[in-house]
Antibody
Framework: EVQLVESGGGVVQPGGSLRLSCAAS????????MHWVRQAPGKGLEWVSL????????YYADSVKGRFTISRDNSKNSLYLQMNSLRTEDTALYYC???????????WGQGTLVTVSS | QTVVTQEPSLTVSPGGTVTLTCASS?????????PNWFQQKPGQAPRALIY???NKHSWTPARFSGSLLGGKAALTLSGVQPEDEAEYYC??????????FGGGTKLTVL
């Protein structure tokens, strides 16, 4: 059974940093790209970032480029999102999702909440 | 900035048929945008339904189908069930691994 469990969310001040983690199980982790997707309270979904299975390629939404860094440790079946220079508009539930076919995801975690507030 | 547009809300009767659409500000949606559809119920994570325009995941009920319709991606629900009441999101791929979600359609079954 595929499981994705996010952690690391919390309350942080504007300009601060936070590192999210996603622990994966139930599939061969390094065979699949992984994504981060976020959802602000009461709002829609926003794709944030993608990393290839070997970690060699990374991509970001314009809204987070230069501030967020996606990475993975295939030896630990773990995905990460380092978030720096956080803004109030980064407040959201952050989901990790397993890549599937081209440009798609199949499984999602339950999310971890990030609140950026002074 | 690329915008993906969905109907904000739709209402359908139980047993009826409804089509949700997904349009791109860049022009006609084609299979090269690899349209995806997701369902999200309140308090739950999204669930994948359709990928690459019309392909279903193993858990996708047969009453859901994806297609291209009039320059848009479309999700059709045939024989709607009360449990289909949810928010539905489309996702389009724009190349350079840029992915954009639509704003979502709130489907009410009434």
């Amino acid at each position: 059974e595929v499981q994705l469990v996010e952690s690391g969310g919390g309350v942080v001040q504007p300009g601060g940093s936070l590192r999210l983690s996603c622990a994966a199980s139930g599939f061969t982790f390094d065979d699949y790209a992984m994504h981060w997707v976020r959802q602000a309270p009461g709002k829609g979904l926003e794709w944030v970032s993608l990393i290839s299975g070997d970690g060699g390629s990374t991509y970001y939404a314009d809204s987070v480029k230069g501030r967020f860094t996606i990475s993975r440790d295939n030896s630990k079946n773990s995905l990460y999102l380092q978030m720096n220079s956080l803004r109030t508009e980064d407040t959201a539930l952050y989901y990790c999702a397993k890549g599937y076919s081209y440009g798609s995801f199949d499984y999602w975690g339950q999310g971890t909440l990030v609140t950026v507030s002074s | 900035q690329t915008v993906v547009t969905q109907e904000p809300s739709l209402t359908v009767s139980p047993g009826g048929t409804v089509t949700l659409t997904c349009a791109s500000s860049t022009g006609a949606v084609t299979s090269g945008y690899y349209p995806n559809w997701f369902q999200q119920k309140p308090g739950q994570a999204p669930r994948a339904l359709i990928y690459s325009t019309s392909n279903k995941h193993s858990w996708t009920p047969a009453r859901f189908s994806g297609s291209l319709l009039g320059g848009k991606a479309a999700l059709t629900l045939s024989g709607v069930q009360p449990e289909d009441e949810a928010e539905y999101y489309c996702l389009l791929y724009y190349g350079g691994a840029q992915l954009v979600f639509g704003g979502g359609t709130k489907l009410t079954v009434l």
